[in-house]
Structures are given as structure tokens and as C-alpha cells.
């Protein structure tokens, strides 16, 4: 039977259960124990654990995933939180060049399974703090990337992150914390969710929405008014960024005919642009339309909330991405 919890509380959850499960799990991040993280989500946990498996850092990212994976090549297991994602850029040498590759370069005798939890978002967080970079580490062989949007799948995935033996760049979105969802009880097993595949959330016949993490939110909205005008927009949560699911979105497009997608990151070079290049590759002759993409305005994100709000797409948009795409069939020659 699954019952009602936060995305925050899915994520402690999973976490609990890891550091319970394996004595080699341990958490590391800036005030991450007697703070309990930037977003609550390690609250308690240095009571419960003590400092050995929750260890807060010094204000050095670089340090902390360099001592993540060097922990991990040695048979630790370390779960770690950076901040923000934007601070990752201060650890993207260990990231891309250390714990992407150290599988490949020493011919698979040796893993570095860390997983780095990161939040992405903004808030008036200013330019610096509100940046979505998932598409850079969706790039790089060696790393998985998932971005979930449900309480279900932040747990699941989380857990399998930490059982598994590949590096995972685990995302998280600041503002969807405090959602809810419906989550198995504990005592009904393992909820360990394949680091693979996107999920059809609702079906639709007329137009395909892809997005990821809120926008799936954004996209769920806009299916919904879509639907107010007799639309039937088919809504898939792409989830994990690498290794990214085209096939689902391919066989939904021969179906639809149409395809918009939904970022909060700018368009140029972004994970959107990736899917629609790849459809086109699979799917090209199923279209009736070109696919829209929805994305940020490419400016540094302003910190006035009026100005904050105007940069990044909202369900009006969606559904404007959607509307002209069926209003731009082609028409048939002859």
C-alpha cells in the first residue's frame, strides 16, 4: 500500500534506508549535519549516525567530490550533497575527468559509484545560483544523470544510485521539495527504480509533451487546459537525462504526429534540442509539424522576482508551444 509523503521526506527515506542497509554509506557536504543540509534533508541524521557517516566539509567542492571518489575507488560508499549545482563548476575536473572515467581508463577494475546529490532551481537565488546544468553532465560518457520529479521516483532512484556501481549526478529541483506523492511503504521491499527509461504519464493522441523534473509539472498543466479545448496532448517525464530514453518519445510521436518540448534551461545546445534532433533521426516521416522547444530566455537569470518570473517557461507557454505546433501541419504537396 503506498501512502502520501513529500519529495523532501521520499529523499531522507531513501537515505535512511541505504545507511541502515550498508554500514559503508556515508553522507559528506557543507552543513550537511548540524545544519541538516540546504534543504533540510539530512535533519537528524548526524544525531543518528554521528560524524564517522555524516561529515560535514570545508566550503571546497573540488575537495569534496575528490574525497568522494577517492572513498569510492577504496569501497566506501559516499553520498554526497553540493549546495547547488551551480557550485559543481567548481568541481567539474573531479566530476568529468576523475569519477566519469576512472571505469573506462583502468579497464573496469575500478569503480567510483558516488552519488552527487545537487539541487537545481531558482528563487531569487541571482545569476549565479539559478542555472540549470543538467545538459552539461547529460553529455559526458561514464556519468549517469537523473532529474526526478515525483517522490517515487527521487526515492528509487536514489537507492539504486547508491547500490549500483556507476557515478550518478543525482538532481534534485528546489522547488518541488515540499510536493507530494504516493510512495510504497517501507515494509513492502526494496523500491529500487531503474537509473533508465522515461515514463508515459498521461496518454494523448494529438500532440507529445517531453520535459523532466518541474517542467513535467508544466507539462501535466498544460495537457490539462490543453484538454479544456479538446486537445489530447500525451505527457512524458523523460526522468533520466543519461542514458536518455528516445525510444519512448519516438514511439509516442508516431502516434501524436507532433512534438513539443520543455526545459527550464536555454535552448541553445540544451537536452531539447538533443531529443528533437534525435526524433527527427527515427521519426522524421511520423511528423506533421516541426517540434517547438520551450525553454529560459538565454539571459543570466535576474534576482527581481517580477523579472525572474517572465524568463522561464510557464503552462501558458506550454501550451502556446503547443497549440503552434498543430496549427503548423504540413500540408501534403499536390
Known sequence: MAREISYRDALREALREEMDRDERVFLMGEDIGAYGGSYVVTNGFLEEYGRKRVRDTPISELGIVGAAVGAAMGGLRPIIELMTINFSLLAIDQIVNHAAKLHYMFAGTITAPVVIRTASGWGQLGPTHSQT???????????RVVMPATPRDAKGFLKTASQGQDPVMFIEHSLLYRNRGEVEEPEEGDLLLPLEGAEVRREGTD????????????????????????????VIDMRVLRPLDIATVVESVKKTNHLVTVEEGWKTLGVGAEIAAAVQDEAFDYLDAPIARVGSLEIPVPYAKNLERLIFPDRDKVVEAAKGVLARDLVPAG
Do not use: D, N
Open 133 to 143: 546544468f543538467e545538459g552539461w553532465y547529460a553529455h559526458v560518457p561514464g556519468l
Open 207 to 234: 500532440v507529445t509533451i517531453a520535459s523532466w523534473s518541474r517542467g513535467y509539472y508544466l507539462a501535466m498543466g498544460a495537457a490539462e487546459e490543453l484538454a479544456k479545448e479538446g486537445i489530447s496532448a500525451e
